[in-house]
């Protein structure tokens, strides 16, 4: 990389020479030429030196080392403050413990205050709501069971309600069971 360097310092040093010592009266297009071709290195040493801190400066940064994002790396916490924690986030539901340590994190808080915020509040109801829903309506992929009641069954709530049965198959059904009834009773 040194090599190149001086390379393009003796080239651009050559031309710049050359179109000092070229009369810009007499020769109008070699002096244009020469001075296009000074613009064009001079521009070209620039990028290079450019591309170099670029490179010097990628170099750096990759060289230091970054700090681990803080939820990467457990948190040592005094055991009273730790205590402290449990006992605050007792009734914190597990899926909301890491957005009340984010909560606070960005807020600049310890836990137990950021528990005491308003805010973060409002966004554990309505997490804790999304989930009451959620659980309420629970809406799973299997097929549900028809369950076949029997006639028995059919001829028992007839009795109590006076009710007759929807489909005609459970009418059939319970005209079967009031015949066993009565035929059982005699």
């Known amino acids: 990389m ?3 360097k001086k390379d393009w310092q003796a080239s651009l040093k050559l031309a710049q020479e050359a179109l000092n010592k070229t009369d810009e ?3 109008p297009k070699l002096y244009q030429a020469r001075k296009e071709l000074v613009d064009t290195l001079q521009y070209n040493e620039n990028m290079r030196l450019r591309a170099e801190k670029a ?3 990628a170099k750096a940064e990759k060289e230091t080392p970054t700090k681990p994002a803080e939820t990467e790396t457990p948190k040592n ?3 009273k403050e730790a205590v402290g924690i449990v006992r605050a986030l007792k009734d914190v539901h597990d899926e909301d413990v890491e957005r009340v340590e984010k909560f606070a994190a960005s807020e600049g808080l310890s ?4 528990l005491k915020n308003d805010d973060l509040k409002a966004i554990l109801r309505n997490r804790e709501e999304q989930r009451r829903t959620a659980e309420a309506t629970n809406t799973g992929g299997g097929k549900r069971g028809t369950s076949k009641t029997t006639g028995k069954e059919l001829f028992k ?3 109590s309600t006076g009710e007759l049965p929807d489909s005609d198959e459970e009418i059939q059904k319970l005209a079967e069971a009031e015949l066993q009834e009565r035929m059982g009773s005699k």
């Open 2 to 4: 040194a090599k190149e």
């Open 25 to 27: 009266e007499k020769t």
């Open 55 to 57: 490179e010097a400066k």
């Open 77 to 79: 916490y005094p055991l």
């Open 111 to 114: 836990i137990t205050e950021a």
């Open 157 to 159: 709530h007839f009795k």
